[in-house]
């Protein structure tokens, strides 16, 4: 079975307790994995990103975010593309060479990574005809998350206060598909800049292209031999290089851990598996011979193989190699990979949607093993036309590689049955051969009446996913089944069969609590306005987006059979071929049906300019980034005279020259040289036929003075020139400047002809905000890049250099910090960071001891830790477990504060108080459910006894007493109980029996489903691998590890109520080693056999030797049960056979000749007239064993606390002493305690 473990369950976990902890503190976790839904079909499972980043902390949750989709199958699906995989490709290819990328921007201050990623692969697609394209994230993140509709999705998985910042709450592919899929962006940046405070809220669901296709890939595409063993791995370098090389940029992601940055070749690889993604950028090129030892710095960090993707960060041009770096192909963190696709906006006038956002896939049927999925099935929704309108396109995701569908259109349904009314299109049947977001134009437009309720039914078949079907699911709280701003889910549908159908809200479930809504699959339409001849005619597809074009394109028309154009209001044409565009102009078309004119769609073509996309300056180590923002600024070069010349570096999809010479996109000019004083206009040019050039000027002057920035001195040609500061004063070449900053000296030639005034360099300040420090870590608050330098000496004389790093601190240590001089200016003054002392240690400590614990008194302003321990613990936590009326050394300091170190560290000395503590669980039928603790410190008898009150908070109450005594003793001076613990029976407060939750156990290794049935609640609230017990022969997969604490399945009190945590569970089992024992005669004959399954580790067994047999051989025998290589269970035996004899035989023994000495013996054949020995098969204890199956009847069980006769015990039931309680959990919160552990 394919990705078992991944598939079939995800891992069970709860919060649970144990004798010592948090009394009655319960806390809810996520179960999140396939579940059959409650009428047909299933839900894939979530991915265990997603679940990662519901569980981390609000810091985490910056950046690139992991979609609740789980994409890892497609490396499996992609594997079968074997002619993409076999497509030949450039060894290398970089999009700057054709002037395909658009220039590197910096995301800055916010983790807006996503949004840069997925507009940059837009821009990336456009840039050729629109050279300056630039869409605004922030326009994209902000519509994003800001509505209502958003705001639901994520409930329960981010708190009301991230919405407060949502360009910090991180993003994923779907989400950007999302939103811009219902036409809300992208919109040009000058709409709103990436700078602008404020957002333009009246921009939303604005949008300057409409997005039509989104084409989703994986990294690693690999093949399995069905149980998650990789048989075959290659890195997937041509699907990407596909996507790349035929759409342009993709997104992709990645852990960007500087641990793994290589910064002397500008590289990425992680080479810890275990790491996940955390940031979006673009793809943009590829090298399959960029050298592994580029990257880490040993053979341990670094890849096996050469070859590297050509990465667009966004993080400045400043940053890596000019904004880009290189990512091996072998990092395991990439994730996946999306591709967007846009169209003009005004394609189609009304959008119709349900399902907003792919989060799930989903099945048609329900199935537990891979292969008996279908792999296909039926998805509609059901809309309402808005007004007399044309159905012309509709649009849905697909799951797998090579998907095929078929599209039927309904009108005049109702909204129960979507194959109600008239078929109005049908037969439209094709293949995707990408997963993920697709528009698909019918063949005809369709016909909508104002009011009239319409469907589109899609069929969908998966060649290898099992879940066809892409649907919009998320948590929404607490059994909150009714969502208020998505779609209620009454007009989406699913059939198995395309006949009978089901509400999508059927396959929403329960999971530990959490309902997982289904509100619509995610199936669209697009509509235009009905033509006048109220008949529908499809409107006309142009192949080249409105706007600039080079002289000479060809135009194609589209979308119906007979097309009629115009070119700028001239007289008609039947398209019959391609129309060239000679001129700009403006091209109008319209269909005929039936002799009926549609819609006329007009785009009007400009004559484009040969533009570049940006270009760089270089000279010596200074770098000056050109963007089309810049375009109209004069770009005006101080070229310093210890530099020759400057090099120039344009991008651009045409033909360019720098100063006359041809130079290729992307590549570096030759140097063009100056001398001291001459300036020149150096012009780029960029060209092609059809399109009017553009140039770009840059102005360079060669300075006559130069400069010696560190040792702050003048040079120059005194053989060629003077110098005078502003008073008139030659300076001599090597003269110090220092005190000639940004002030105004005179060049003279040798006849005393001024030249030029030039201004000496400025020097550089540091802003004393930088003096900021974070007193809790110990450094400063700013990082500082390479052109700083730091020291603890006030002469710099060890000065240190800094790297896009913060500075570390020592207390009552000063810093010392400089930038340093480079061409534009000499080195500023020194700034001192003053850090103070580290405080004083705390006085007069007040210490909280406990009989097993230790506390500090001290209203959060402490942390403390027992002496040699790491770990230090805020004073509102107490140190547990440790020996009661023992002496401890405990450290005791004061937290750091804004304005305050950590204080020196002050040592006390506490004793742990004499005494002991109780355990206290409350048991309903033998399983924990509730635990407490008492402390006691007084010797002699006590009591614990409890309120109705205190459980009624929990939907508990006791069946028995409430109230019991301990007695407390002194031995060998230490406090001990005569009870290791107390148990109080309690019981739900209500009848439970309707409750259920459907088991399914597989087995874990061939995904067989072994057995299914219903658990109800009637005598437990929760179940764990000790009383829910799996099918004869078979035990919980991998028993011995797990714990008896873990709850597989239970209920929940909410607000009053129980309900059940799952709405069904798939339990893995295991199938246990059969030893067959074997009773034989001394013939050898088989007198009796039977099965005993053997679970995990080494046992003890004893042979069932039938009534009227003895056993002539040992019948004892040791079984040893361990795992073999694949995790199976395996025994060291298979068989056990004991020898017996009939005990009837016995009259016989007398006639032996060895004892011919004792003749009474023959008289001993009376002895089976004994009365006993004929009644002895009739024990009850051997006949009664194939009765055992009845113990399920442990409702009864609560009788046994009558059991005890302890005097002392009322109340509880003590547990024999070798067994310890099961302890389980609900999920609940008490505020029945003995005494707090935290405040």
Not at 84 to 95: C, G, I, Q, R, V
Not at 230 to 257: M, P, R
Not at 426 to 440: I, N
Not at 574 to 603: D, F, H, M, Q
Request: a negative charge; glycine letters at 6%.
């Amino acid at each position: 079975m394919k990705n078992l473990f991944k598939r079939i369950i995800a891992a069970i976990t709860a919060a649970t307790l144990a004798a010592g902890s948090v009394p009655l503190n319960m806390t809810a976790s996520a179960q999140l994995a396939p579940v059959k839904a409650n009428g047909h079909g299933m839900l894939s499972s979530v991915s265990e990103e997603y679940i990662g980043y519901i569980d981390s902390g609000e810091g985490d949750k910056v950046g690139v975010a992991p979609s609740m989709l789980d994409m890892s199958y497609l490396g499996e699906s992609y594997a079968q593309l074997t002619q993409t995989a076999n497509k030949k490709f450039p060894s290398s290819y970089d999009l700057r060479d054709y002037g395909r990328v658009s220039p590197v921007e910096n995301q800055s201050p916010y983790g807006t990574c996503w949004s840069f990623a997925s507009l940059g692969t837009i821009e990336s697609q456009l840039i050729t005809q629109f050279t300056d394209i630039s869409f605004s994230k922030k326009h994209l993140v902000w519509n994003s998350y800001e509505n209502e509709y958003m705001r639901e999705f994520f409930n329960g998985v981010r708190s009301k206060e991230d919405f407060a910042d949502p360009y910090n709450m991180g993003g994923f592919d779907s989400l950007a598909t999302a939103t811009l899929a219902e036409w809300n962006g992208p919109v040009y940046s000058y709409r709103l800049p990436y700078d602008k405070d404020d957002t333009d809220e009246h921009l939303t669901g604005e949008s300057d292209f409409h997005l039509t296709d989104v084409y989703f890939a994986t990294a690693n595409t690999y093949i399995t031999d069905g149980y998650d063993n990789i048989l075959e791995k290659e890195v997937s370098e041509n699907i990407i290089k596909e996507l790349v090389s035929e759409y342009g940029a993709s997104t992709i992601s990645f852990c960007s851990d500087d641990a793994y940055y290589n910064n002397e070749y500008y590289t990425f690889f992680c080479y810890d598996e275990n790491k996940v993604s955390d940031h979006a950028v673009s793809v943009v090129g590829w090298d399959d011979g960029f050298s592994r030892e580029k990257f880490g710095t040993s053979d341990d960090t670094r890849p096996e193989k050469d070859g590297a993707w050509l990465i667009k960060n966004s993080w400045g041009a400043d940053w890596g190699d000019d904004g880009y770096f290189w990512l091996s192909y072998e990092d395991p963190t990439i994730g996946s990979v999306a591709t967007y696709i846009v169209d003009s906006k005004d394609n189609y006038s009304n959008y119709y949607g349900v399902g907003k956002m792919w989060s799930l896939n989903a099945s048609a049927d329900t199935f537990y093993k891979d292969e008996d999925a279908k792999k296909y099935g039926y998805m509609s929704n059901i809309f309402t036309a808005k007004g007399d309108e044309q159905l012309e396109a509709v649009s849905f995701y697909t799951t797998d590689v090579n998907t095929q569908y078929e599209i039927t259109v309904y009108t005049g349904t109702d909204k129960e049955n979507p194959v109600s009314g008239s078929i109005a299109s049908s037969g439209l049947t094709r293949t995707e051969k990408y997963p993920g977001y697709h528009t698909v134009e019918l063949d005809k437009a369709v016909a909508l009446k104002s009011g009239e309720n319409f469907s589109i039914v899609v069929k969908l078949t998966n060649p290898q996913y099992e879940y066809p079907l892409p649907i919009e699911t998320y948590f929404n709280g607490f059994y909150n089944s009714s969502p208020k701003y998505s779609d209620d889910g009454r007009v989406s549908m699913y059939s198995e069969n395309g006949k009978d159908w089901n509400d999508v809200s059927e396959l929403s479930y329960v999971t530990d609590g959490y309902t997982l809504c289904a509100t619509g699959f995610c199936l669209s339409a697009f509509t235009n306005p009905l033509p006048e001849s109220r008949i529908a005619s499809e409107n006309v597809r142009f192949s080249i987006i409105e706007g600039p074009v080079a002289l000479g394109s060809k135009l194609e028309l589209s979308g119906a059979d007979e097309i009629w154009y115009s070119i700028d209001g001239g007289a008609a044409i039947r398209y019959t071929k391609p129309i060239i565009l000679e001129k700009a102009c403006t091209v109008s078309a319209w269909s005929k049906t039936n002799g009926s004119s549609g819609n006329i769609v007009s785009r009007t073509y400009t004559k484009a300019k040969s533009a570049l996309t940006e270009y760089a300056i270089r000279y010596g180590d200074k770098k000056i980034y050109v963007t089309p923002d810049d375009y109209a600024n004069e770009n005006v070069i101080a070229l310093p005279v210890g530099e020759s010349g400057i090099s120039i570096r344009p991008r651009g999809c045409d033909e360019i020259t720098v100063d006359g010479k041809r130079v290729m996109s992307d590549e570096w000019s030759e140097e063009i040289t100056l001398a001291p004083g001459e300036s020149r206009d150096i012009v780029i040019k960029s060209s092609a036929s059809g399109k009017d050039a553009s140039e770009y000027t840059v102005k360079v002057t060669k300075r006559y003075i130069g400069y010696d920035k560190d040792k702050e001195t003048i040079q120059y040609d005194e053989s060629r020139f003077t110098v005078k500061d502003k008073d008139g004063n030659i300076l001599a070449d090597g003269d110090p400047v220092a005190d000639f900053t940004k002030q105004e000296i005179s060049v003279y030639d040798m006849n005393g002809e001024l030249l030029a005034t030039e201004t000496t360099p400025k020097r550089y300040t540091i802003n004393p905000a930088v003096k900021a420090l974070v007193y809790s870590k110990e450094a400063t608050l700013y990082t500082f890049s390479k052109n700083f330098v730091y020291s603890y000496s006030s002469d710099m004389s060890d000065a240190a250099a800094l790297n896009e790093e913060t500075i570390p601190l020592t207390p009552g240590k000063n810093i010392y910090l400089q930038r340093i001089a480079d061409l534009n200016g000499f080195a500023s003054e020194v700034l001192c960071i003053e850090v103070p002392e580290r405080p004083a240690a705390p006085e007069n400590v007040k210490a909280k001891p406990g009989p097993d614990y230790i506390g500090i008194d001290g209203n959060g302003v402490y942390e403390y830790r027992i002496k040699g321990q790491d770990n230090w613990v805020s004073d509102s936590d107490y140190i547990m477990g440790l020996d009661s009326d023992t002496e401890y050394t405990v450290e005791v300091r004061k937290k750091a504060t804004d304005s305050e170190f950590t204080s020196d560290i002050a040592t006390v000395t506490v004793r742990t108080v004499k005494g002991v503590i109780v355990p206290v669980y409350f048991t309903y039928y033998a399983t924990v459910v509730l635990s407490d603790e008492k402390e006691f410190t007084t010797l002699g008898e006590n009591v614990i006894e409890y309120d109705e009150k205190d459980l009624e908070k929990f939907g508990y109450v006791f069946t028995r007493a409430s109230k019991a005594t301990v007695n407390i003793t002194e031995e060998n001076g230490k406090y001990v109980s005569d009870k290791n613990y107390v148990i109080f029976d309690v019981s739900p407060a209500v009848d439970n029996s309707d409750k259920t939750t459907r088991v399914v156990y597989c087995d874990a290794f061939t995904g067989d489903v072994v057995d299914e049935g219903i658990v109800t609640y009637a005598y437990h609230t929760i179940f764990n691998i000790d009383n829910l017990d799996c099918p004869e022969g078979y035990e919980h997969y991998q028993y011995e590890l797990k714990s008896r604490n873990d709850a597989i399945t239970k209920l929940l009190y909410i607000d009053g109520k129980w309900y059940p945590a799952d709405s069904e569970i798939v339990l893995l089992i295991e199938k246990l080693p059969v030893i067959k024992v074997k009773i034989v005669d001394e013939n050898r004959n088989t007198v009796y056999e039977y099965n005993e399954y053997a679970p995990y580790g080494e046992h003890e067994a004893e042979a069932d030797i039938p009534e009227g047999y003895t056993a002539v051989s040992d019948e004892n025998f040791t079984v040893s049960v361990t795992r073999d290589e694949n995790g199976r269970l395996i025994s060291n035996i298979s068989e056990f056979v004991v020898t017996v004899k009939n005990d009837s035989e016995k009259p016989e023994e007398p006639d032996k000749p060895e004892k011919p000495e004792e003749p009474a013996k023959p008289e001993e054949p009376d002895k089976p007239e004994e009365p006993e020995q004929p009644v002895k098969p009739e024990e009850p204890a051997k006949p009664e064993k194939p009765a055992k199956p009845e113990e399920p009847a442990k409702p009864e069980q609560p009788v046994e606390p009558d059991k005890p006769t302890n005097p002392n015990t009322s109340g509880d039931i003590p547990f024999a002493a070798a067994a310890a309680p099961v302890v389980a959990v609900a999920v609940m919160i008490s505020t029945v305690t003995a005494r707090k552990r935290k405040k």
